[in-house]
């Protein structure tokens, strides 16, 4: 089975700091995602790459990025986190188009 | 219009019933459909998918797709207490990769 691991299950930052997420898997596949999820709003893609140092901009990219520097990490940047970025992150890998994604446990943020 | 639609509910059903989980999507040429089951608190996890029209069953879970009337179900048979969850139905479409739409969710609650 893939295995996608983030780093942190909870996580409090502060206002203005820069905030890196990651999330590593353990197979070989090429696509790899990020989303929010928030009540109501449902899964939103902010980020997604499709090999080593590529990425694509997903519905909601405003105030993050992305770095994949090894095809197994790929990791989200907040930049300077605001308290509109409190959100369950959630990364996600992707075989090819006929599978499903396989999320990672996923990282409940909390900016005060 | 969004992507995908899904009825927020809540469903109550009591144990032993068969639990109907619909979706519809808007984009045509959509090609691969997906279920998830996602715990309170927990990332999704992939439970069924379905390609061509007609039932796919796996266990006590059938997906049913339409793609001329452009929607996919999922039906929950003999629904146990453990089945209460939120249900995202997830599409896929070619033109957009390898990149899901995901509807926000159905609230299953089975009642023992």
């Known amino acids: 089975d893939v295995k996608v691991t983030q780093s942190s299950r909870y996580l409090v930052k502060r206002t203005g700091e820069k905030v890196f997420l990651e999330c590593v898997q353990d197979?070989?596949?090429?696509?790899m995602f990020w989303y929010r999820q928030d009540p109501g709003l449902g899964l939103r893609l902010i980020y997604f790459?499709?090999?080593?140092?590529?990425?694509e901009k997903g519905d909601i990219p405003e105030g993050y990025s992305v770095s994949r520097e090894k095809k197994e990490r790929f990791s989200l940047i907040l930049e300077s986190a605001s308290t509109n970025q409190t959100s369950m992150y959630l990364c996600?890998?992707?075989?090819?188009?006929?599978?499903?994604?396989?999320f990672g446990s996923g990282t409940r943020l909390t900016v005060v | 219009q969004k992507e995908v639609e899904q009825n927020s509910g809540p469903l109550s059903v009591p144990e032993g019933a068969i639990a109907s989980l619909n979706c519809t999507y808007s984009?045509?040429?959509?090609?691969?459909f997906f279920w998830y089951r996602q715990y309170s608190g927990k990332s999704p996890e992939l439970i069924m998918s379905?390609?061509?029209?007609g039932d796919k069953e796996d266990g006590r879970f059938t997906a049913q797709l339409n793609k001329a009337s452009q929607y996919v179900s999922l039906l929950i048979r003999d629904s146990q207490p453990s089945d209460s969850a939120t249900y995202l139905c997830?599409?896929?479409?070619?033109?957009?990769?390898?990149?899901?739409?995901f509807g926000t969710g159905t609230s299953l609650t089975v009642i023992p």
């Open positions: 996600a890998t992707r075989q090819g188009w006929q599978f499903g994604y396989t």
């Open positions: 197979m070989d596949h090429e696509n």
């Open positions: 790459s499709y090999d080593v140092k590529m990425k």
């Open positions: 984009d045509r040429v959509s090609q691969s």
């Open positions: 379905i390609y061509s029209n």
């Open positions: 997830a599409v896929n479409t070619y033109n957009t990769g390898n990149q899901f739409y």
